[in-house]
C-alpha cells in the first residue's frame, strides 16, 4: 500500500521538475536572443527561442558572416563572447548552439593562427569546449575493445587450441587521456580543437545539415589549400558562400585532428542525413577525396588506409544493389571463384 500511495507523488514531483526545467531552459534562451540582438542586426521572434538559435538560417548567416571577419577572434570580439557566454550557460540546447558553429570557428582559427595574430576569442571558446569534455569523462580516455584477430573467427577453423583470454581485453585508445588546459599552446593545439570536434561529434545527431556541410568545406580547405576544386558553397538560403583566401590555407594535419574528421566525415557520408541531402554527402566525399590526396603527399600510411578505406565505403553506399547485401552472410554455391 506504501508503494502505490508514493506513486502520485513521485509522478508530480517529476513532473515538477521536469516544468521548472523547461522554464529555465526557456529563460536562458531568451536571455542568449536579447544578448545576441546586439550583436546582429535582425532576430526573427520565435516561440521556441533555442530552436530559432539553432535552426533559423538568417540568424546562422550572420553569426557565420560575423566569425568569418577580418577582425573576428580577438579578446574583446562580441560574437566570441556571446558564444562562450551561451555555452557557459550549462543549458544542452544552448550548448547545441554553440557547437552548430564550431566548424566555422575552428575553420576560421586554423587557418589565421599560422598569421601570429592574437587569437584569444576563439581560444576561449574552443578551450570551454575542451574543459568541458575534461570534466564529462573526467580526463579519462575513451577506448573501444576489437577483435583478436589471433583467434579465429567463427568463419574459420582452427588446427590449434584455443586459449581462453576473456579477461584479456584488446582495447584501443581513440582519444587519450585528457589534462587541463588554461591556454592554447601551440604544441597543444591540434590536441585541443581535436577535443572540441570529439564533442561535436557526439552531439552530430542533433546538429543541423549546414553545419555539417561547413565542416566538411574546411576539411577540404584544410587538406588541399590554395587547390580547393570549389570555388564556393551553399548555405540553408540556396546563396553561395565563398571561402576567404584566409581560409584556404593548408595546415599540419596531425592525427589528434585527423582522427575526429574521419568520424565526423564518416556520419556525413554514411549516416541517416547524407540519403536525404545530396549536397552534404557530396561535400563530404569531396573532402574525403581532399584528405587522401593529402595523405599520399604528406605519406602517412595511417591516414592513407583511414581515408581509402572510408572513400570505398562512400562507393559502396553509391550502389543500390548493394542495399540489400548482407556481407556476413555465408553463400552456397558449387562455382569456385579463384
Not at 521536469?18 to 529563460?27: P, Q, V, Y
Request: charged share 20%; glycine share 4%; proline share 5%.
Amino acid at each position: 500500500m506504501s508503494i502505490s500511495a508514493s506513486s502520485p507523488t513521485a509522478a508530480a514531483t517529476a513532473t515538477e521538475n521536469t516544468r521548472s526545467t523547461s522554464i529555465r531552459s526557456t529563460f536562458k534562451a531568451q536571455s542568449a536572443i536579447e544578448s545576441l540582438s546586439s550583436i546582429i542586426t535582425t532576430v526573427p521572434d520565435s516561440p521556441n527561442p533555442s530552436s530559432s538559435l539553432l535552426n533559423d538560417p538568417e540568424i546562422a548567416s550572420q553569426i557565420s558572416s560575423l566569425i568569418r571577419q577580418a577582425d573576428a577572434g580577438t579578446g574583446n570580439d562580441n560574437i566570441c563572447r556571446w558564444l562562450y557566454d551561451t555555452f557557459q550557460s550549462t543549458d544542452p540546447q544552448l550548448q547545441l548552439v554553440v557547437l552548430r558553429f564550431l566548424p566555422i570557428l575552428a575553420g576560421v582559427y586554423l587557418s589565421r593562427v599560422t598569421l601570429r595574430k592574437p587569437l584569444a576569442g576563439f581560444e576561449a571558446v574552443l578551450l570551454a569546449l575542451y574543459a568541458y569534455e575534461t570534466t564529462s569523462r573526467s580526463g579519462q580516455s575513451m577506448t573501444v575493445n576489437v577483435p583478436d584477430i589471433s583467434h579465429p573467427s567463427i568463419y574459420h577453423e582452427s588446427n590449434t587450441a584455443v586459449k581462453n583470454n576473456a579477461t584479456n581485453l584488446n582495447l584501443a585508445v581513440i582519444s587519450p587521456s585528457l589534462e587541463p588546459h588554461g591556454t592554447v599552446r601551440s604544441t597543444k593545439r591540434a590536441r585541443i580543437v581535436g577535443v572540441a570536434l570529439e564533442f561535436y561529434y557526439s552531439k552530430i545527431s542533433q546538429l543541423p545539415v549546414a553545419s555539417k556541410i561547413d565542416f566538411c568545406e574546411f576539411c577540404e580547405a584544410w587538406a588541399s589549400g590554395g587547390d580547393h576544386q570549389h570555388d564556393s558553397s551553399v548555405n540553408n538560403n540556396g546563396e553561395g558562400l565563398e571561402l576567404d583566401q584566409r581560409e584556404r590555407m593548408r595546415i599540419p594535419l596531425s592525427w589528434e585532428l585527423v582522427q575526429p574528421i574521419l568520424r565526423i566525415l564518416g556520419h556525413c557520408l554514411m549516416g541517416l542525413d547524407h540519403q536525404k541531402n545530396k549536397k552534404l554527402f557530396d561535400a563530404a566525399y569531396c573532402a574525403c577525396k581532399s584528405l587522401y590526396g593529402r595523405s599520399l603527399h604528406d605519406i602517412n600510411p595511417k591516414a592513407m588506409l583511414a581515408t581509402g578505406s572510408l572513400l570505398s565505403l562512400a562507393k559502396l553506399s553509391l550502389d543500390p544493389q548493394n542495399d540489400d547485401i548482407d556481407y556476413t552472410e555465408i553463400r552456397m554455391t558449387n562455382a569456385i571463384s579463384l
